[in-house]
């Protein structure tokens, strides 16, 4: 129970949400803390990253485009750090040389945006088993 205290100390699954725009951020941190699950978010890759080393997570959600660590450098940042860790991207620019390269990241999803909330939770929770 030594550094898993912290992933399991409520009993719900943990999901890391990381984008640049503070709207984002808030919607997806009160729409999926609505549906039970325990979220945290990030700025930017960097700090999603700092995160990851002092925090489990179950899941990760990403932008593709951000400011200084792009998605995915972000997506193969934090699978270094737990390989098994699912991360969806979700970007509204998502070109198929982006979408190829964070697929090759080990990203399991990438979502166009806008996304609909309800797509969205469809995919966490198949991502979560």
């Known amino acids: 129970m030594n550094g898993d205290l912290n992933?399991?100390?409520t009993g719900r699954q943990r999901v890391l949400v990381i984008d640049d725009e503070p709207a984002i951020r808030e919607t997806l941190d009160t729409f999926l803390s609505w549906e039970g699950y325990e979220v945290a978010t990030a700025e930017s890759g960097e700090a999603a990253v700092k995160q990851a080393k002092e925090e489990q997570f179950d899941l990760a959600i990403t932008d593709l485009r951000m400011p200084g660590?792009?998605?995915d450098e972000t997506v193969a940042a934090l699978k270094r750090l737990h390989p098994?860790?699912?991360v969806i991207v979700v970007t509204g620019y998502a070109s198929d040389e982006a979408a190829m390269?964070?697929?090759?990241?080990?990203a399991i999803r990438i979502v166009r945006k806008p996304v609909q909330l309800e797509?969205?939770?469809s995919l966490?929770?198949?991502a979560l088993g």
């Open 7 to 9: 992933e399991r100390s």
């Open 69 to 71: 660590m792009a998605g």
């Open 84 to 86: 098994n860790l699912p």
């Open 101 to 106: 390269r964070c697929s090759k990241e080990g």
């Open 119 to 121: 797509d969205l939770l």
């Open 124 to 126: 966490v929770k198949a």
